[in-house]
């Protein structure tokens, strides 16, 4: 997903892409799946590292 969030910022920074709700809308629901994965990620690792610390 990151990886993807580059190349999508990449291509709307190109003004004939600037518009392209396609793009843009693929751009929002990679971004909201990306942060949504980022905060389970941190919920986890905060669980993990209660585990670790009893």
């Known amino acids: 997903m990151e990886q993807r969030m580059k190349e999508l910022d990449t291509l ?7 518009s392209d709700m396609t ?23 905060e669980q993990l590292e209660a585990m670790n610390n009893e």
Do not use: G, H, M, P
């Open 12 to 18: 709307l920074c190109d003004a004939k892409n600037a």
């Open 23 to 45: 793009l843009v809308t693929e751009y929002t629901d990679t971004k909201r799946a990306l942060d949504n994965e980022v905060e389970n990620w941190e919920k986890l690792s």
